[in-house]
């Protein structure tokens, strides 16, 4: 019975110490895992951070061409406004250029029918 019981103690003994070892390895381990989690944790929110810089990048990149193209556009209607403006201002000259040969033109016609109208008088006194 003795040597039942000094084998099992003996086997106790064992199995405390490969208990006792397998959880300092397990604990080696899970730190170890710890320490690799954190590490992909810092990895993942560094990578986050810079998606997030970039994106704010991109899109501070966006709203600059958007307001150079909505400037060149409200420069090109500016020069459009101007074009009409122009043209109006020079239809308004045609006309009264235009009106001024007219008047030129009446008053000619005027001129040669009184012209007319004195000669047919002193060709009747003749």
Do not use: P
Request: charged share 25%; glycine share 2%; net charge positive.
């Amino acid at each position: 019975m003795k040597k039942y019981f000094k084998n099992l103690d003996h086997n106790c003994r064992i199995k405390n110490i490969t208990n006792e070892t397998l959880s300092k390895e397990g604990q080696e381990n899970m730190e170890l895992i710890q320490k690799e989690k954190n590490n992909i944790q810092e990895i993942s929110n560094n990578f986050s951070n810079k998606l997030n810089e970039s994106i704010e990048e991109w899109d501070n990149l966006r709203n600059i061409f958007m307001n150079k193209s909505n400037d060149y556009h409200q420069k090109q209607n500016n020069l459009i406004l101007n074009k009409y403006e122009y043209l109006k201002i020079n239809n308004n000259l045609n006309i009264k250029n235009n009106k001024k040969a007219i008047l030129q033109g009446i008053f000619l016609l005027f001129k040669i029918s009184l012209i007319v109208y004195i000669m047919t008088l002193v060709y009747q006194f003749l």
